[in-house]
């Protein structure tokens, strides 16, 4: 599995969580990061993403203001802050890498096996 995730786990609304990312067997440092989820039923969706450089980052307009995504000081780390948690944020949540920025998840060429958050009310 060349990403690993990790950090997730239960939290009432309200409540903060932080995802970690971990590269393994291979340097991602000039790659964009980012992270997806989903959640039972839906399709995976654009959460947020970071450049190589760190200066540039996106999110969904869902977690803007909420949520935090950073590269750690080692190239293969990346890191996703999440504040003021809300029931909806409830997914499972993958770590993603590739050369290329893209909002939808098929265009990302690497993955981690995902760790689950759940938000209760």
């Known amino acids: 599995v060349p990403l690993v995730e990790s950090g997730g786990g239960l939290v009432q609304a309200g409540g903060s969580l932080r995802l970690s990312c971990a590269a393994s067997?291979?340097?991602?440092?000039?790659?964009?990061m980012a992270w997806f989820r989903q959640a039972p039923g839906k399709e995976r969706e654009f959460v947020a993403a970071?450049?190589?450089?760190?200066?540039?980052?996106n999110y969904a307009d869902s977690v803007k203001g909420r949520f935090a995504i950073s590269r750690g000081n080692a190239e293969n780390t990346a890191y996703l802050q999440m504040n003021s948690l809300k029931p909806e944020d409830t997914a499972v949540y993958y770590c993603?890498?590739?050369?290329?920025?893209?909002?939808?998840?098929?265009?990302?060429?690497?993955w981690g096996q995902g760790t689950q958050v759940t938000v209760s009310s």
């Open positions: 993603a890498a590739d050369p290329q920025f893209s909002y939808y998840h098929t265009q990302w060429g690497y």
């Open positions: 970071i450049s190589w450089t760190g200066r540039n980052t």
């Open positions: 067997g291979r340097a991602y440092g000039n790659y964009y």
